[in-house]
């Protein structure tokens, strides 16, 4: 089957969360990584089995900055998959 799947902003975590905070006290890069992650684990949302195959459209061009900013920690799986429209 086809799934199409859009995600019309990149979700951040909420910053008034306590848990939240100390995170980024840990690790000022992990607020960013944790809205990437969770986009890369939402891309498997429209496939439950191997035959199937999923379109997902991220229209928040903020996705764009989130790559970039954390291209070492991508899977390469989900980056050769990336097509990039203009």
């Known amino acids: ?40 684990q939402g891309s498997g949302r429209g496939m439950r089995s191997e035959t199937d195959f999923c379109i997902i459209y991220i229209l928040d061009a903020n996705f764009e900055r989130l790559i970039k900013q954390h291209k070492e920690d991508v899977p390469p799986w989900f980056m050769e998959a990336v097509v990039w429209k203009g």
């Open 1 to 40: 089957s086809v799934a199409v799947l859009i995600i019309p902003k990149v979700r951040h975590a909420e910053m008034s969360d306590e848990v939240v905070r100390e995170e980024m006290d840990t690790d000022p890069e992990w607020y960013s990584w944790k809205a990437l992650e969770d986009i890369i």
